[in-house]
């Protein structure tokens, strides 16, 4: 089974709906982060979270929320979606050191 | 905003041949990390290098880091067309709540 699994993968959605896309991890890791990939922009930082309790914006954290429920998952959510939203997202997940980060594979989010 | 800025942007090789691609940075860093993604999929990790190391091997990858020019290099040597992937550099600052930050990626081809 995959260390870090994302759902869905895939949505198509309308302007103006709230969305959630969720991730899980079974690395025992502390820290997780949501990034939203765009062509040819490589891939942007969201939201991060050290621990449970710890949540931090990323460098493109406008119009989006998330929830850490516990240590192995960590949900994106969109409160109303717009068309620039429209992306691949990625979760990941690492150890303390940050060496290495681990990446689920995606959800690709389209918003019509 | 991107701290890493890979070079080329692509690069398309024939089997066989080696394969270089470039990353320069802004400020200083703890650690250089190099990742791969296959096409819509997620990034893996293959590569770390740190700020007092100045080259690391593995396998077919070297990796070289030049932090007086805020520089690092990957090299695929003997490239095979499964290599056929984007390649992302990453940085982790100094700053003690760091967080990776990647560039814009190279985009590698190699034709059989």
């Known amino acids: 089974d995959a260390d870090v699994t994302q759902t869905p993968r895939n949505r198509i959605t309308k302007t103006g709906k709230r969305i959630m896309l969720e991730c899980s991890q079974t690395?025992?890791?502390?820290?997780m982060y949501w990034y939203r990939q765009d062509p040819g922009l490589g891939l942007r930082l969201i939201y991060y979270?050290?621990?449970?309790?710890?949540?931090n914006k990323g460098e493109i954290s406008d119009g989006y929320s998330v929830s850490r429920q516990a240590q192995a998952k960590f949900s994106l959510s969109l409160e109303s979606a717009i068309p620039n939203q429209t992306a691949l997202y990625f979760c990941?997940?690492?150890?303390?050191?940050?060496?290495?980060?681990?990446f689920g594979p995606g959800t690709r989010l389209t918003v019509l | 905003s991107q701290q890493g800025e890979e070079d080329p942007q692509a690069l398309s090789i024939q089997e066989g041949e080696n394969a270089t691609m470039n990353c320069s940075y802004k400020?200083?860093?703890?650690?250089l990390q190099w990742y791969r993604q296959n096409s819509g999929r997620g990034l893996v990790h293959l590569i770390l290098?740190?700020?007092?190391?100045r080259e690391k091997h593995r396998g077919r990858l070297r990796v070289t880091l030049d932090t007086s020019k805020k520089s690092s290099s990957l090299l695929i040597t003997a490239s095979r067309a499964a290599d056929t992937a984007s390649y992302f550099c990453?940085?982790?600052?100094?700053?003690?709540?760091?967080?990776?930050?990647f560039g814009k990626g190279t985009m590698l081809l190699v034709s059989p």
């Open positions: 990941a997940s690492s150890g303390a050191t940050i060496n290495e980060q681990f």
């Open positions: 690395k025992g890791h502390d820290r």
């Open positions: 979270s050290f621990d449970v309790k710890d949540i």
């Open positions: 400020t200083s860093i703890n650690n």
């Open positions: 290098i740190r700020s007092n190391e």
């Open positions: 990453a940085t982790v600052t100094n700053s003690g709540y760091s967080t990776l930050t």
